[in-house]
């Protein structure tokens, strides 16, 4: 440990971990203490929180290489894991001591919470799904790797001009990242292209050998991820590009200082930005190298660590246990059957039986462009090699159907790994399926609709593979660290262990009817909406009333989770309250947040339609405070951890059999905010643990759906309500200037309407008009959200990895 720096345990003096701090500012910042900037401050107390970290993170590897336990090797394209102060500071239960120690010197923690940048390396749930199952694993002192890619810019920032999304680069590394630790001991060459050769062994036989046309190389970079009270400290590993040559130095030196420099701009552009848009050629086939690139890498290192600790890969199946988070590194199968077969020697059917037990497949959506194909042109240019071991994996697995009698030819073609309906694909999620000893859903809805539907027929030659693993957040960071207030209610009434054991929370089933506890509860709800108003007054220039209902709805901004829906609902509700304005109506702060994909023109029309109808609804006089409909630009962890707490109403109102799981939906339920949505994802499962009564529900089913899909759909059916609202947005009430601004969305409703908005439209109508009267009892609304805050303990993120643990992995804590 470096002199002068306290372990753990010393920092809860808060005069010791001041000195360090001091120190850090001094000899790893250069500050002195009366010029240091809050960026400083910030960098120092993490360097010196760093230092402290260490020796317990070291000793969880020597634990670990001594136990000789499985690894768990978590494999995925994002990691949202949000800011890492008060994570860090939480887990190891240093708040108080840290606030302590930077009290003297005049420095606020809390503002330096705000100056920590969000690390950009995820979007949605999927990433911070990642995250929390990071987080988890060391929770539970299970050994584990976390694998992903070191983002200069992530995703991107979403700024809003006149209503419209404009993306800009998310320079979240611009003042360094004090957390990681860079490997630079730690590099692997990946090659792409190229050819496959024939080499004698000298034995009488031959061998494939890939001669790679390129080659860069995957730099290594740490971050310790602390699990609770400190007990367990597992590791990010995130890869970043580098060139083999940093600069052609000929062409330099001959004046060509740009084209000097274009390879490695090349190379290093595999882990500039996340998500890269595919509507080029370039951006498709960069898709690919990304994730070829990160999981190569990624096995790679994981399998020279196992040679190192047991010198064979005879035993990789009992010792590993590699997570594929959904289809992104589904080229792993071909990879490490490429690693096994033509590195290591290793002969193709031990090889593969080496694969399925190693392998795991996450499916997180039944969406055909999540689900990944390649065209078979670019796979056998970029990944000559991978693309014989698919025909080769493809071949034994058609031809054991043909010795079983499977003659079918739909059957065939069905789960073949190469579609050839529409020009000749890979199918990733085929091939990850294939690869795996267990695919699971995350959901049991979902589950059982990957069962019926992507995977049917592969389901029914492999009946044992499908399992469901329900999602589930970690209560450490959605209810300890975004919420301390409700948390210290939590303690004062049921005690320490509440933040150690979620399961508890049902103690707090005895107090939901008290009035004293209902009206403390409700305080910390207050409080936590005052924040939000200031927070959207500050981002938005509207002011709102925290004594509204603050109905919520963030995530990522895509036509099945339904954002339309809400917005023509509040559009509906704007001309019921002009129509009838002395009614009771609550008042409502509709709250949106979320990105819209770079290339997705729908999603950024229905973005700008919500904030053309924010300009007429908020602005209007004979409204006033009954209703405001809100946009919060750049939705991230961090912004999420602001908005969840104050929430009332949660909005799951997707398409049913669209949406996986969910995990906002548990994070808000948590938080206590009543749930309205369709039954569709985890919002099933919550509905059973909360009870019926706790949750509004509408809207066709995940079966009917499919049903009106094939029976067709009329725009005569709707109802004068939603005919009205239609007709506004496509003759330009909302849209003056330019009245046909929304014709691709009135469109889309008129021909298709896949996501089938106008068939629950009223359904949804009556299920906010339900919540009205709801508002309308605050005691009963305060029980019923009590209750949800009560029971909503099965979704601890703790409970899905302990099920990964046992059912699939067969890994067991330290």
């Known amino acids: 440990m470096p002199s002068g720096a306290p372990a753990i345990d010393g920092m809860v003096d808060p005069a010791m971990l001041r000195e360090a701090i001091l120190k850090k500012l001094m000899y790893g910042v250069g500050k002195d203490a009366s010029r240091a900037s809050d960026h400083d401050w910030l960098v120092a107390t993490i360097l010196a929180l760093r230092d402290g970290i260490v020796d317990r993170w070291i000793d969880s590897t020597r634990r670990t290489y001594a136990s000789g336990k499985k690894r768990v090797y978590y494999l995925s394209l994002e990691f949202l894991i949000g800011r890492l102060l008060f994570d860090s500071l939480g887990n190891l239960g240093l708040i108080e001591a840290t606030r302590e120690a930077l009290r003297p010197l005049g420095v606020d923690l809390d503002r330096l919470r705000e100056v920590e940048p969000d690390a950009a390396l995820g979007n949605g749930g999927l990433g911070r799904l990642a995250a929390c199952f990071i987080e988890s694993l060391s929770s539970l002192k299970i050994p584990a790797y976390g694998y992903g890619i070191r983002y200069d810019y992530g995703l991107f920032k979403q700024a809003i001009a006149d209503g419209w999304q404009r993306e800009i680069p998310e320079d979240w590394l611009s003042f360094g990242n004090p957390w990681e630790f860079e490997r630079p001991e730690v590099a692997y060459e990946i090659g792409f292209g ?4 024939d080499e004698e062994t000298g034995h009488g036989s031959v061998r494939r050998v890939w001669q790679p046309g390129e080659k860069i190389i995957a730099a290594a970079y740490d971050t310790p991820i602390v699990g609770w009270r400190g007990q367990h400290i597992n590791t990010l590993r995130l890869w970043a590009a580098k060139a083999p040559q940093p600069i052609a130095l000929e062409a330099f030196n001959v004046g060509d200082y740009v084209g000097a420099m274009a390879q490695r701009a090349r190379i290093e552009a595999i882990s500039r930005v996340l998500y890269p848009s595919d509507a080029t050629p370039a951006g498709y086939e960069l898709r690919l190298r990304q994730e070829y690139f990160f999981t190569a890498a990624s096995l790679q290192d994981l399998i020279r660590r ?24 589904a080229i792993a199968v071909a990879e490490l059957m490429r690693l096994l077969i033509d590195v290591h020697g290793i002969a193709y059917d031990d090889a593969w039986r080496l694969t399925r037990q190693t392998l795991n497949y996450t499916n997180h959506t039944l969406l055909p462009e999540a689900l990944e194909t390649w065209s078979v042109q670019l796979m056998e240019r970029l990944l000559p090699r991978h693309m014989e071991l698919i025909y080769r994996i493809n071949w034994h697995h058609l031809e054991a159907l043909s010795r079983n009698a499977a003659h079918d030819q739909d059957l065939i073609r069905s789960v073949s790994l190469i579609d050839e309906t529409n020009g000749r694909r890979v199918r990733m999620g085929h091939l990850a399926f294939l690869g795996s000893n267990k695919v699971n859903g995350v959901s049991a809805l979902h589950t059982e609709l990957m069962r019926e539907t992507v995977f049917e027929d592969l389901h029914k030659l492999f009946p044992d593979r499908i399992v469901s693993k329900t999602n589930g957040v970690t209560f450490r960071r959605w209810l300890q660290q975004c919420n301390p207030a409700l948390t210290k209610l939590l303690v004062d009434t049921l005690g320490e262990g ?21 009206a403390r509860y409700a305080a910390v709800k207050h409080a936590n909406k005052e924040k939000l108003a200031r927070v959207i007054e500050d981002r938005t220039g509207w002011k709102v009333d925290p004594t509204a209902l603050f109905d919520v709805q963030i995530k990522r901004i895509h036509e099945y989770k339904r954002q339309l829906l809400n917005v023509l609902e509040t559009v509906a509700l704007y001309h019921a309250i002009k129509a009838n304005p002395d009614a009771a109506w609550p008042k409502r702060v509709k709250i949106f947040a979320g990105k819209a994909a770079a290339s997705y023109a729908q999603a950024k029309l229905i973005i700008k339609l919500a904030h053309d109808v924010a300009r007429v609804v908020n602005t209007d006089p004979e409204i006033g405070d009954k209703l405001k409909l809100i946009f919060l630009p750049n939705y991230n962890v961090s912004l999420a951890e602001v908005i969840i707490p104050a929430a009332d109403l949660s909005e799951q109102i997707s398409t049913a059999g669209m949406e996986a799981s969910g995990t906002g939906n548990m994070k808000l339920a948590l938080n206590g905010a009543l749930t309205i949505g369709t039954l569709d994802g985890a919002n099933v499962e919550i509905r059973e643990q909360v009870g019926e009564e706790n949750i509004v529900i509408f809207g066709l089913t995940a079966d009917e759906v499919t049903k009106v899909r094939k029976a067709g759909l009329s725009p005569d059916e709707r109802s004068a309500r939603l005919a009205r609202v239609l007709y506004e947005i496509e003759t330009g009430v909302f849209s003056p200037e330019d009245p046909t601004r929304f014709d691709p969305i009135i469109q889309a409703l008129a021909r298709n309407d896949h996501f089938l908005v106008c068939p629950d439209f009223d359904a949804y109508w009556d299920a906010q008009r339900e919540v009205d009267a709801l508002w309308a009892d605050q005691d009963a609304w305060r029980r019923m959200t009590i209750l949800n805050t009560a029971r909503i303990d099965w979704f601890s993120s703790d409970r899905t990895i302990s099920e990964y643990a046992a059912e699939i992995w067969n890994a067991e804590p330290l």
């Open 194 to 197: 190229g050819h496959v050769v």
């Open 306 to 329: 196992h040679l190192q600790a047991y010198g064979t890969l005879v035993n990789l199946g009992e010792k590993a246990a590699i997570q594929l988070n959904d289809t992104h590194p």
């Open 498 to 518: 509440v933040l150690d054991d979620p399961g508890l929370l049902r103690g707090l089933e005895a107090y939901a009817d008290k009035p004293d506890f209902q």
